[in-house]
């Protein structure tokens, strides 16, 4: 009898029926495709901003505290001054190591040039990392910083010569020495050529590069580095992320330990790397955790506005009929029937529409996310299975959030009333 009753009540208007699924499916179809998108943008965003620097700087115990006297810089003397090259392997070995996306060790030293001091850096431009546990990945400069173009060559890394003669100019500093790709000048004593100039909008346009190999040879360095840029995939801080970890109790330690926050993964550096410190730069990490925080949130307004306005359309359906069933309501309850029977079969009907609206804006919202993914990040995203069953559930509570405010109306009615006004 009550699926009968049902049956035949969702039969009755079926235009304003299809409007209230339309209504479930088109809110649905959007949220799906918010949230499917909402869900993987972490880790778009992340590894886009990765393509633009590192986060994370490992440089000596001893570098870690300068001391400024009089506007002149000193580092104290200290046991550990530099990091071994053949150590850098390592830092591929962490617990979070599959986030580790590039890493790039560099040597600093100073030439005269013109009367000026000129900082170069030794650095890997693109090498083969073969870490720990047998496993390869791309490490240097290049793989660190993707978005990086030179104006002639990059010098190819992948052969360690020490000898190799060739160097990347900042194009700041090509500017002020009038340098262009095949000029030569005098570095440490040497004769080098320039085989391209690199334009980035920062302070490495002031800086000259060369192999990690030559600069050790000309320093006298051998197998030493003095910093290490790491591109780490990271979680944006929250307030458990900024607490005290030494007075954390062993499961929040856990499960800090655990989560890849940018603190976490410094620390878990510097349990491989004992000579070290691992710092976050916290310019970059910051704006990464505000770009997702914006980017979530608003997918997320989009996707509430969506349900809020399918809600709305339910709301309005429901109320139009309930007026016009308000007699049929009225015998209902004249003729025994309890306003819990009444709410249930009239919710029934609400629900079915909910769920069929919101299984057909899920599935088209899985396909729109994919577009929203590819446009927005160039990149075709999937849609997690479970997301589908949680939209339809999500649809049919919005459905029935929405006609609860004229189901209360059903129960209102007096019958006596109403047939009266009938009579």
Known sequence: MFLRFVGQSIRRAPRRKAMAIGAVALGSAVATAMLGAMLDVGDRVNRELRNLGANLLVTPKSASLPVDIGGIRYQPAAKDEFIPVEDVPKIKAIFWHLNITAVSPSLHAQTKINGRDVPVEGVWFRRNLQAPDGTHSTAGVRALNSTWHVEGQWIDDRQTDPHDARCIIGASLARRLDLHPGSTLDLLGEPFSVAGILPTGGDEEDRIFVRLEVLERLTGRTGQVDAIDVGALTKPEDAF???????????????????????????????????????????????????????????????????????????????????????????????GAAGGVIVALLSAEVAMQGALGGLLGALAGAQLSGAVSQTVFGVHGEVPAVLVPLVVLVATAVALAGAAQPLRRALALEPAVILREGA
């Open 241 to 335: 992320a900024r607490k005290d970890t030494s007075k954390m109790p062993p499961e929040e330690y856990d499960r800090w330990y655990c989560t890849p926050y940018i603190t976490s993964i410094a620390h878990q550096i510097q349990e491989v790397l004992p000579m070290a410190v691992a710092r976050p730069i916290r310019r970059v990490a910051d704006n990464e955790g505000q770009v997702l925080s914006r980017v979530r949130g608003l997918m997320l307004l989009i996707a509430l506005a969506a349900l809020v306005t399918a809600a709305l359309t339910v709301w309005s359906v429901m109320a139009t009929t309930v007026l016009e069933r308000r007699y049929e309501i009225a015998i209902m309850e004249a003729t």
